[in-house]
């Protein structure tokens, strides 16, 4: 490093969330990534701009974007037409990998972004059903979760709006085919559901997270390997990408302060 060199500031906590999420879409080819939350749409910006070239990327509305314009700017140069119809094409036949949000999720990764309680008579209205039933049983699903917490992480869901692997298998190989649930990415770890009964591991910690706080934060039992890996770090490369192309305005962070 030369004497005019400044040295990057280290990674965040929000930059390795990036990453994680990057990682969701690696050697996904010509899919739809369709990333739900600020985290997740600063990484499906880098997953494209590094190892996955020909992932497909929209404006939020009916537009694919031939280039990777910063967070909250119009894409400079337009590739295709993406009308609802098609959208659901894509949707319907396992095209497409969507990264969404859970206000509840359990063991075998029955998420619930509906209500809270019983219900006929709920606690809490959400968003409602929306989209998860088709998102789970018709095309790759990650969730990233913002803030790791028994409240969001709960034994059993109060009421399934995206389908987990115990109730896909129940319904039999037509909602099976499609469904797989990849990941799920919180500001403590990365999860994937990779164990003989297809219930939720830990499989990488982010940088400062212990297993215990995991544990803690978590309303059920994990999978815990012997050996649980750290998140992989940013390179050099993928900070300036995430940090002077993508997210020039640092909105990542408040999504995940430091």
């Known amino acids: 490093m030369s004497a005019t060199e400044t040295a990057r500031p280290p990674a965040t906590r929000a930059e390795y969330c990036v990453v994680a999420c990057a990682e969701a879409w690696r050697g996904a080819g010509e899919i739809l990534a369709s990333p739900m939350g600020t985290v997740p749409a600063v990484g499906a910006r880098l997953a494209k701009l590094t190892f996955s070239p020909d992932l497909l990327l929209t404006d939020g509305e009916a537009l694919l974007m031939a280039d990777v314009p910063a967070l909250g700017q119009r894409p400079g140069a337009v590739e295709g037409w993406l009308p609802f119809r098609q959208h659901l094409a894509l949707t319907a036949t396992g095209r497409r990998h969507v990264m969404m949000g859970a206000s509840q999720i359990d063991r075998y990764g029955n998420q619930n972004i509906s209500c809270v309680g019983d219900w006929a008579r709920p606690t809490r209205q959400l968003l409602g059903v929306r989209g998860a039933p088709v998102?789970?049983?018709?095309?790759?699903?990650?969730?990233?979760?913002?803030?790791?917490?028994?409240?969001?992480?709960?034994?059993?869901?109060?009421?399934?709006?995206?389908?987990?692997?115990?109730?896909?298998?129940?319904?039999?190989?037509?909602?099976t085919r499609y469904h797989r649930v990849t990941e799920v990415v919180t500001d403590l770890g990365v999860f994937d559901f990779e164990t003989p009964d297809r219930t939720m591991r830990l499989r990488s910690l982010h940088p400062g997270v212990t297993v215990g706080q995991v544990a803690e934060a978590t309303g059920f039992a994990l999978t815990v390997p012997d050996e649980v890996p750290c998140t992989r770090e940013p390179t050099e490369a993928e900070l300036r990408l995430i940090r002077e192309v993508v997210d020039p305005k640092g909105l990542r962070e408040r999504e995940v302060p430091a």
């Open 135 to 175: 998102n789970t049983l018709n095309n790759p699903t990650s969730y990233w979760i913002p803030k790791h917490s028994a409240r969001v992480f709960v034994e059993r869901v109060d009421m399934v709006s995206g389908v987990g692997y115990d109730r896909a298998a129940a319904a039999g190989p037509s909602a």
